[in-house]
């Protein structure tokens, strides 16, 4: 079965860090894309960031850019989403998802890529 779980989710308050793990099993992780996702409540759910694990290329989307650096091992089959300067409009629940390939360019994976396995979204709280 394929399996994908994100973890490390918490309270964190403003101008804090946490990283987030995906762990992964039951695909060839080495060939696919996983991307992480997040939904504030009533908001549309916003992509943040994609690897290809294949050759480790990275596309970071804008709703977090340049506070968020995503990085795997292949070993554990994980990919990481370190984020750092929380702010409390950051709280939602956080997801990743995993594909194989898409047509499409990696800076369109909001919109147009499907992703086959989506797991458990872990929930972020930024507060004081």
């Known amino acids: 079965d394929v399996q994908l779980q994100a973890s490390g989710g918490g309270l964190v308050r403003p101008g804090g860090s946490l990283r987030l793990s995906c762990a992964t099993s039951?695909?060839?992780?080495?060939?696919?894309?996983i991307a992480w996702f997040r939904q504030a409540p009533g908001k549309e759910r916003e992509g943040i960031a994609i690897i290809k694990l294949s050759d480790g290329y990275i596309y970071y989307a804008e709703s977090m850019k340049g506070r968020v650096t995503v990085s795997s091992d292949h070993a554990k089959k994980t990919v990481y989403l370190q984020m750092n300067n929380l702010t409390p409009e950051d709280t939602a629940v956080y997801s990743c998802?995993?594909?194989?390939?898409?047509?499409?360019?990696?800076?369109?994976?909001?919109?147009?890529?499907?992703?086959?396995?989506w797991g458990q979204g872990t929930l972020v709280t930024v507060s004081s």
């Open positions: 039951g695909f060839n992780f080495d060939v696919y894309h």
């Open positions: 998802a995993a594909t194989e390939n898409s047509p499409y360019g990696m800076g369109f994976f909001t919109e147009l890529w499907e992703f086959h396995y």
